[in-house]
């Protein structure tokens, strides 16, 4: 007798005929290839479920299906049984020569690491010894490498070696080999060369990072300064010889580049760059691999993903759900894709694939925060920034130890910025016993650390010279600026007051284009080390010209210390966007008086906004304000320093402005709105060194709402002129701003001017909010 289809089905199965869904107390089997996911399992299980005597009875859908016997159970729970189930291949079985033996390889010992192939002894065949790999019938001390890549690496999953200190906690999910040593000819990576014993002793890999520093925690740190051991020379780069970092990162668990993360450290760091490439060794104070926590911070490191290739078989068993397992595994090694930190495709970079994963959601904001403390970017001042960042954790700030015979008089980079202007300098020169310069340079090459310029005249009119500007900024020869003629150099103090063993620069000429020191050094160094030794202080242009980290000194004599200059930083600011940044010094000059020294750049204080330096006292009420000036630096006509009574610190404030300018008199100047337009009264020329007012004494008188500007060439108190009409200006409400103010008018350039005699008068009854000032005679009415 023949039944129809659905009758036999109905005689075979009366169970679940009329029944709701399958039979969960049934167990099956589904297989799928590609990657353990939630789409992957509902393919297979969809297939299964098409079935009509699987679903017969059913008329719930394949996903609906798989949900309910799913229950609580996650696709993610369902991957990790997989792999959790999967017996890894022993790591220290690689070697086979235990886990002390890997241990000691992974912090860059063992005779993996530590030898080369030698003739020096042979073999009994008369081949060389301490072969890494296998060559023809010569088996290499790693033979094992090849044959675990051949097998394991690809074919396999290797142990996560995470009873090593190396790997046991990798917070970053990410690892970082760095090398700095080859030892493997004839693979066209590093220097190695054959014969061995002559040309692979201290050899390095290819160089594909700078070095910033390794933290060794308790027992110090070490830093990597600039030399000149890399590439041909090139004073940029890093004093820490070549070195070749490489690495790879993971996603959170369950994920292929998780899961076989212990082949990819295998790969990397046995396989592919020891075995492949020759490239051994730790850098001193860090392992030679390990978790990227531990390891050197460095600019980048190239990168390795894995490309996986899996099958797996899913069991539901009834009560007890889900099982997995893997059945076919194959495992592609290539360079990283990722993202860089400008969103563009970038490759074989850690930094940009540690980014695709979290732009990916495999890996957590923080993880991708740490790992950008450790590769810290490409860009030439990144590892400058970091290593100074590390070092003012520790308690430790840049400079330079030196003794009360050393007035710093310019500074840039790690000493910090100090300039103190021509006006200042040529006062403490005067004063040097030798007239000697000190110059110190951190970045430097050796030779040109530390070395000192003598002036060659017992006499000269330093006014008229600019020998600050000449040796922290000028690229020409100048008046009072010409080696042999106006200083010469020294590579010490003593040889300097003794005046042996200048430098001779006319074995290369004295480079007035590169800056001071010209591109000439001692004799008996190498003069491709006297290139690139200079400094470049103020060039908005190209303000990375030169050396970064330099400091200028002027000698000082002891025995009269009580005597001479001393430079005190006076607090002031900078008023609008100024291209270069001013200060204010101030120095005693005996009997409660004192000197002050002011530069600045900045547009103008003019139109609508202002662009200076201020020097100021905050007060309430009239005032009235009085300074001599007694010398200005002008870098236009109308380079203005004077003065000022202002109603705030923003740019377009109301303010009074008594000022002599660079060529064009002395004026009183003044905005009466906020962001309104400026106006002024000229009166007297000041250019001539014959006029009275060549050296004006100014002063400023805010009473009430009304400003007044007078003009003196004695100061003495029947010795004053008005400048212009009193001009009516509602400023202090309750609140001013009083003090000294001066702008270049010429952006990028910075003038200078000297007050002597400095003082502020308020007329109110209250406490004075004083600051230092030149004989400031401050007095309240």
């Known amino acids: 007798m023949k039944f129809p289809k659905l009758s036999l089905l109905g005689l075979l199965l009366p169970s679940i005929v009329n029944a709701q869904c399958y039979d969960k107390n049934r167990a099956f089997h589904l297989s799928f290839e590609g990657a353990c996911n939630y789409e992957n399992l509902l393919k297979a299980f969809t297939t299964f479920w098409d079935d009509p005597i699987e679903s017969y009875g059913c008329e719930t859908s394949a996903e609906e299906e798989l949900e309910s016997l799913l229950g609580n159970t996650t696709i993610t729970d369902i991957c990790r049984s997989a792999y959790e189930s999967y017996e890894p291949f022993p790591f220290a079985n690689i070697a086979n020569k235990g886990n002390d033996f890997v241990q000691t390889y992974f912090n860059g010992g063992t005779d993996w690491n530590e030898e080369y192939e030698t003739m020096y002894p042979t073999d009994a065949d008369g081949n060389p010894t301490n072969r890494l790999r296998t060559s023809g019938d010569q088996i290499g001390d790693a033979f094992r490498v090849k044959n675990i890549y051949d097998s394991e690496a690809q074919y396999g999953m290797i142990e996560w070696p995470d ?19 080859d030892r493997q000819a004839n693979d066209n990576n590093g220097n190695c060369n054959s014969p061995y014993d002559t040309n692979c002793i201290d050899k390095d890999p290819s160089d594909n990072t700078n070095l910033c520093y390794v933290d060794m925690k308790s027992s110090g740190y070490e830093l990597f300064p600039f030399d000149d051991e890399n590439n041909n020379n090139n004073p940029t780069d890093r004093g820490e010889g070549q070195v070749h970092c490489h690495g790879f990162a993971w996603a959170d668990y369950p994920e292929p580049s998780s899961a076989y993360k212990g082949n990819n450290l295998f790969y990397v760091s046995m396989y592919d760059h020891m075995s ?67 969103g563009h495709k970038d490759n074989n970079d850690l930094w940009s694939y540690m980014n695709r994963l979290y732009r990916e959601g495999k890996i957590s904001g923080d993880k991708l925060s740490f790992i950008s403390k450790m590769l810290v970017g490409e860009h030439p001042d990144n590892c400058d920034i970091a290593t100074d960042r590390f070092m003012k954790g520790k308690g430790y700030v840049t400079g330079y130890d030196h003794s009360s015979i050393w007035e710093p008089v310019a500074s840039k980079g790690k000493f910090g910025t100090e300039y103190v202007g021509d006006f200042a300098f040529n006062k403490l020169i005067a004063e040097s016993p030798n007239k000697i310069i000190r110059r110190v340079c951190a970045d430097c090459y050796e030779a040109h650390q530390d070395i000192y310029i003598k002036r060659t005249k017992t006499s000269e009119d330093y006014n008229a010279l600019d020998i600050l500007h000449n040796l922290a900024n000028e690229a020409s020869k100048k008046a009072g600026h010409e080696w042999g003629v106006d200083f010469e150099i020294y590579s010490s103090y003593m040889d300097a007051r003794e005046g042996k063993d200048q430098w001779n620069c006319t074995l290369t000429g004295y480079r007035y284009d590169k800056y001071f020191p010209g591109e000439c050094g001692p004799q008996g160094y190498d003069q491709r080390s006297f290139r690139k030794q200079g400094a470049r202080f103020f060039n908005p242009q190209h303000y990375h010209e030169g050396r970064d980290d330099v400091k200028f000194y002027v000698e000082r004599d002891i025995a009269r210390s009580g005597e001479q200059t001393e430079l005190l930083r006076v607090d002031s600011i900078d008023i609008g966007g100024v291209a270069m940044a001013g200060a204010t010094y101030e120095t005693p000059m005996g009997e409660g008086t004192s000197r002050l020294y002011m530069m600045a750049s900045g547009s103008d204080i003019w139109h609508h906004a202002d662009e200076f330096q ?31 009574v202002r109603d705030t610190l923003e740019p377009g404030s109301k303010h009074c402005f008594m000022f002599r300018s660079g060529a064009s008199g002395v004026t009183l100047q003044y905005r009466t709105e906020t962001n309104g337009p400026t106006h002024a009264f000229h009166m ?50 309750p609140t001013e701003y009083i003090g000294l103010a001066l702008t270049a008018q010429n952006d990028g350039q910075l003038a200078e001017m000297t007050v002597d005699d400095y003082e502020e008068t308020y007329y109110q009854c209250s406490e004075v909010n004083s600051r230092r000032g030149a004989r400031r005679r401050t007095s309240v009415i």
């Open 163 to 181: 009873s090593l200190t190396n790997f046991d906690q990798c917070s970053t999910n990410a690892v970082m080999c760095c090398w700095p040593k």
């Open 276 to 342: 492949e490439r020759g490239y051994v060794k730790n850098i001193p104070g860090a392992p030679m691999c390990a978790c990227s926590e531990q390891m050197p911070i460095v600019e980048r490191a190239d990168c390795t993903q894995m490309d996986v290739d899996e099958a797996f078989k899913i069991t539901y068993n009834g009560a007890e759900g889900f099982s997995a397992e893997l059945t076919e595994i194959y495992v592609d090694f290539n360079a990283c894709q990722g993202y860089d930190r400008f």
């Open 614 to 644: 201020f020097m100021y006292s905050e007060t309430e009420g009239d005032v009235e304000l009085i300074a001599n000036i007694i010398d200005m630096k002008h870098k236009s006509k109308w380079t203005k320093g004077g003065l000022m």
């Open 684 to 733: 007297y020329e000041t250019k001539s060194v014959t006029s009275p007012y060549a050296k004006p004494w100014v002063k400023l008188v805010k009473s009430g709402t009304i400003c007044t500007g007078f003009i003196s060439a004695t100061g003495e108190e029947d010795d004053w002129e008005r400048i212009g009409n009193p001009v009516h200006i509602n400023i202090g409400d």
